[in-house]
T-cell receptor, first 114, second 116 residues
Framework: EAQVTQNPRYLITVTGKKLTVTCSQN?????MSWYRQDPGLGLRQIYY???????DKGDVPEGYKVSRKEKRNFPLILESPSPNQTSLYFC?????????????FGQGTRLTVV | AQKITQTQPGMFVQEKEAVTLDCTYD???????LFWYKQPSSGEMIFLIY??????QNATEGRYSLNFQKARKSANLVISASQLGDSAMYFC?????????????FGAGTRLFVKA
C-alpha cells in the first residue's frame, strides 16, 4: 500500500530534550516536506526537500533540522524543543516538486512540549 | 509575498445543497498549482482537487469543482449536493514553481458544517 508513515503519532516531551520524528514514504517520491498545523494558522511549511541531499527552508524553520540521506526518509529533528513547538506535525511527499503534483500526507504527529 | 487567504473560518450548509468555499492567493510566479485538501475530525489530510495556473478549464472531481478566476486570483471550491460526511476542515494550498522555489503554502482553513 502506498503510504507516508510518521512515527510516533503522539509524543510528550520536556523542554530541551532532543527528539526526532521519522517520516518514510514507499512511493519513490522526490519531494518531501514537513508542516506544522496550529489553530487559526493552517499548515505552515517547516522544511522541504526536492531530492536526496537537497533541502530548503520553508516559512517556519527556526528550531528544526532535517536531513535527506535516502530518498524514502525525511526525519524532522528538534534539537532543543520548546513549548512553542507544541503542535500537530505532518510529513508529506509528492512525485516531484513541480507545481502540479499533489501531496500525500502522513497521519500526523501530535507533539506536546512541557 | 506568496499568500493564501481563506476568509471564512466556518460555514454551515444544508444537506443536499451546494456550498462554495472561498480562496484567494497571491504569487508572482507564473507557474503554480492550486490544491484543496479535506481534513475530517480524524485528522488525516485528503487531497480533493487540483488546478494548474495554465489550465484553461476549471477542474472537476466528482462533486467537487474548482472555480478558477486567474485575473482575480481566486480558486474557490464548490461542493455540490453536500453530504453529512463533508463536515470537515478544508484547506486551500498553492505550490509554486521554479521562481517561487517550489514552496507550498496553505490557507488558514474553513470549517464546514453540514446540517441534516
Amino acid at each position: 500500500e502506498a503510504q507516508v508513515t510518521q512515527n510516533p503519532r503522539y509524543l510528550i516531551t520536556v523542554t530541551g530534550k532532543k527528539l526526532t520524528v521519522t517520516c518514510s514514504q514507499n512511493m519513490n517520491h522526490e519531494y518531501m516536506s514537513w508542516y506544522r498545523q496550529d489553530p487559526g494558522l493552517g499548515l505552515r511549511q517547516i522544511y522541504y526537500s526536492m531530492n536526496v541531499e537537497v533541502t530548503d527552508k520553508g516559512d517556519v524553520p527556526e528550531g528544526y533540522k532535517v536531513s535527506r540521506k535516502e530518498k524514502r526518509n525525511f526525519p524532522l529533528i528538534l534539537e532543543s524543543p520548546s513549548p512553542n513547538q507544541t503542535s500537530l506535525y505532518f510529513c508529506a511527499s509528492s512525485i516531484t516538486g513541480g507545481p502540479s503534483t499533489e501531496a500525500f500526507f502522513g497521519q500526523g504527529t501530535r507533539l506536546t512540549v512541557v | 509575498a506568496q499568500k493564501i487567504t481563506q476568509t471564512q473560518p466556518g460555514m454551515f450548509v444544508q444537506e443536499k445543497e451546494a456550498v462554495t468555499l472561498d480562496c484567494t492567493y497571491d504569487t508572482s510566479d507564473p507557474s503554480y498549482g492550486l490544491f484543496w485538501y479535506k481534513q475530517p475530525s480524524s485528522g488525516e489530510m485528503i487531497f480533493l482537487i487540483y488546478q494548474g495556473s495554465y489550465d484553461q478549464q476549471n477542474a472537476t472531481e466528482g462533486r467537487y469543482s474548482l472555480n478558477f478566476q486567474k485575473a482575480r486570483k481566486s480558486a474557490n471550491l464548490v461542493i455540490s449536493a453536500s453530504q453529512l460526511g463533508d463536515s470537515a476542515m478544508y484547506f486551500c494550498a498553492m505550490r509554486e514553481g521554479y521562481t517561487g522555489g517550489f514552496k507550498t503554502i496553505f490557507g488558514a482553513g474553513t470549517r464546514l458544517f453540514v446540517k441534516a
